[in-house]
Structures are given as C-alpha cells and as structure tokens.
C-alpha cells in the first residue's frame, strides 16, 4: 500500500514550505507558510513531500483531499499519481481542494476530460491594486475616501499610524481582547478560531517574520492590521480588527498600511469572504481587480 509520510505543520518547518511557495508562485492567499501554519491549529491538514513536490493533506472521518501539489510540472505530475494510487488503495474518492483555474488548466492538459472542478465563491480571493487602495481615487471609492477625511477630520491632532513591532505587540493584544469581546467570539465558533490565528499571528509576528500597521487615536491601538508578501507582485493581508467606537477604523487603517508598508507590490490580496454577506458587502465596496477563483476537483 503507498505510505507517505504526512506530518503536521510546525514552525520548523517554516523555511521547506516557504521556498516551495516562493519557487512555485501563486496569488492564492493559501500559499503562504503563515495561513497553512495557524489554520492548521483549528483544521485537520497535514504535509508531506511526494515525488520532490510539495503536498498538504485535509482528512477527516467524512473527507479525504489534497491540495493541489507545489513543484515543477513533473514533480506535480508524478506527485498527482501517486494521490490517485493512495486514495484508489484505500476505496476513497481522490478529491483536490483549492485548485485555482491556472491549476485546472494543467490538470486538463495532462488529463483532458477526467476531472470536473465546482468553484466555490465564498473561498474565492479578493486582489485589488494597491495604488487604488492607497490613493482611494475615482468616482467608485469616492465613499472610502470620505470616510477617511472624516477620520483625520474628526481625530486631527489625536490620530498616529506606526508599523508593527515588539515595542507594540502588547497594546495590539488588548485591542484583540477587546474585539474578542465586543463580537461575541465565546459564541461563535468561527469568530473564535479567527481571534485566536490573531492572537498567535502577534504572539509569533518576528518568528512568523510578519508585516503589520497600527493606528492609534489618543495613544491607545483602536485598529492594526497584518499581512506578508505572496509573491513578486502581490502582498496578502490576513488579519484586519478595528474597534467598534471607531466606526471609520477598517478604512483608515487598510488605507494607511497599504501606504506605508505595500507600495512594492502592484496587488493587495485580501482574502476571500467566507460567505459572510456583510464582509462580502465591505470587500466588494473596494472594487477587486479581480477573484483568484479557487475550486474541488473531482473525477468524472
């Protein structure tokens, strides 16, 4: 029977799945080392190294499915055989989750017509060019720039924007508290596993080698920000909290961190929306360049 040897994600093995996703780029905000690290705290994913590729792994007692394989083209190939042969031994389906439409065209290049993918809109990424993001010019964000005039308006004098660093983890920890408690994350089960990849992202942000912004109204943090490059031209955020009294807090903070800590990279990848409608509403707001559409694929 094939054996291969899936391990869990841990900070040891930061730089072997770094350089994979730094060899192999995509705009997919799951290949970073960061995203599959602290999700694997709260999702059953494994990784493993199969034929020189770089493979993760969700199983659980209803599902089996791999991440599309990093590598050369075939590394990938060979890799996609031996998944094949590793489900077919144990009579599951072979399933391939998160597979982005430039992925599926290689599939079908190798396989044509074997395998069908269903994209899934609410895990589809929302990438945005960062000189919009910065500058909020245009009739379509007329309203994001009002909001933050209205901020420096409203805070002049009281209001300071500074980068992430270990001087102010500690005041962005009692911020994260304090939105743990005002969204009511004991509740919910999903908040929850968001406040906590939060509070170890700021627990970790050196040895993670993070990028974060912080912004602060009377010198306490009421909104901060976290992200990290993805790849040559694009830089993902994966974390965005603001406080509730400070209701134009979302748009200062991703407008300042965008201008101060982002301006290298043409496009700002801010994840997908979960399917939640008000989060869906705020990131369709900024007007996306465009989705990295991401899907299952199954076999016909």
């Not at 780029?25 to 705290?41: D, G, H, K, M, Q």
């Not at 007329?142 to 002049?156: D, I, L, M, P, Q």
């Not at 109204?217 to 909290?241: C, M, N, Q, R, Y």
């Not at 603001?242 to 201008?259: C, D, H, R, T, W």
Request: proline fraction near 3%; hydrophobic fraction near 35%.
């Amino acid at each position: 029977m094939t054996e291969i040897a899936f391990k869990k994600v841990e900070l040891e093995h930061k730089k072997l799945i770094s350089d994979y996703f730094r060899r192999y780029e995509s705009r997919s905000c799951e290949r970073t080392f960061v995203n599959v690290y602290l999700w694997s705290r709260h999702y059953p994913v494994t990784f493993g190294v199969v034929e020189s590729a770089l493979v993760f792994k969700s199983e659980s007692e209803e599902d089996l499915a791999f991440a599309y394989p990093a590598g050369e083209p075939e590394q990938v190939r060979r890799a996609l055989e031996v998944l094949k042969a590793y489900c077919g031994e144990r009579n599951r389906p072979f399933v391939l989750y998160s597979v982005t439409k430039e992925n599926f065209e290689q599939l079908e290049q190798w396989y044509p017509g074997r395998f069908q993918i269903k994209y899934d809109e609410d895990r589809a990424d929302y990438v945005y060019e960062s000189e919009k993001l910065a500058s909020l010019s245009g009739k379509k964000l007329h309203s994001k720039k009002n909001h933050v005039n209205r901020f420096k308006a409203v805070y002049e004098g009281r209001w300071s924007y500074e980068p992430m660093s270990r001087e102010n983890l500690e005041d962005c920890f009692q911020t994260a508290l304090a939105w743990r408690r005002e969204n009511g994350c004991e509740e919910d089960e999903e908040k929850s596993a968001e406040i906590c990849v939060t509070m170890n992202a700021l627990r970790l942000f050196e040895e993670l080698e993070l990028v974060g912004g912080v912004l602060r109204v009377d010198g306490e943090v009421v909104a901060f920000t976290i992200g990290e490059p993805l790849s040559s031209d694009t830089f993902v955020v994966h974390i965005e909290k603001a406080l509730s009294k400070i209701p134009e807090g979302y748009a200062m903070i991703n407008q300042q961190f965008v201008s101060h800590a982002c301006m290298d990279y043409r496009y700002i990848n801010r994840e997908e929306d979960t399917g939640a409608e008000g989060l869906r509403r705020a990131k369709q707001s900024y007007r996306p360049v465009f989705m990295v559409e991401k899907g299952r694929v199954t076999e016909i």
